[in-house]
């Protein structure tokens, strides 16, 4: 077990090495290499620790190690940078900030909560044991609150995405207070 550990430990350090190599270099070849990396790591990941633990080092090791890529790359930009840039004078803008206000608590509060409830309802779903659906939402709830943070964020029509979070999040708690517990 400890060989196989060493073996995904450096696997993953290599292809987010690969990764960053490619985005250096704009070499799109590289971070192929490096992406099939980290797919081959999650699997190795997954044999040496199970699917559970598995899947979160292999996801969890790259994105910390992508980190040690930026902070390389800050510190040549700083020194590299030497723009005088002029005074600027920073005006209220009230409507601005109450609006990213509202964003950041939407994504952060707002979504999550919803998500949690259409994640559980979705899991009871599931034709597996308890423990099981738990896991699995354990999994996918980031993924599915991620995917659809970045989606209301890139969205021009953001109203849209709340009433069909509301109404989403309020058919799952129906189901959930309703059917399963009814």
Do not use: D
């Amino acid at each position: 077990m400890t060989t196989t550990i060493i073996i995904s430990s450096a696997l993953t350090v290599l292809a987010c090495y690969a990764i960053y190599l490619g985005w250096a270099t704009q070499n799109r070849r590289l971070s192929y290499v490096g992406w099939a990396g980290v797919l081959l790591s999650i699997v190795t990941w997954c044999l040496t620790l199970g699917v559970e633990f598995g899947v979160l080092i292999g996801l969890s090791l790259p994105a910390i190690a992508v980190w040690i890529g930026i902070a390389r790359h800050a510190k040549s930009e700083k020194v590299k940078s030497v723009i005088i840039k002029p005074q600027q004078i920073w005006r209220w803008q009230g409507k601005t900030v109450v609006q990213q206000v509202w964003h950041i608590l939407f994504v952060l509060l707002i979504q999550l909560c919803a998500f949690s409830v259409i994640v559980v309802a979705a899991m009871y779903q599931l034709p597996v044991s308890e423990p099981k659906q738990m896991a699995t939402g354990a999994i996918l709830l980031p993924l599915v609150w991620g995917v659809f943070a970045y989606w209301y964020i890139m969205s021009e029509r953001k109203v849209w995405h709340v009433v069909a979070l509301v109404a989403s999040a309020t058919i799952a708690g129906l189901y959930l207070f309703g059917v399963t517990h009814g």
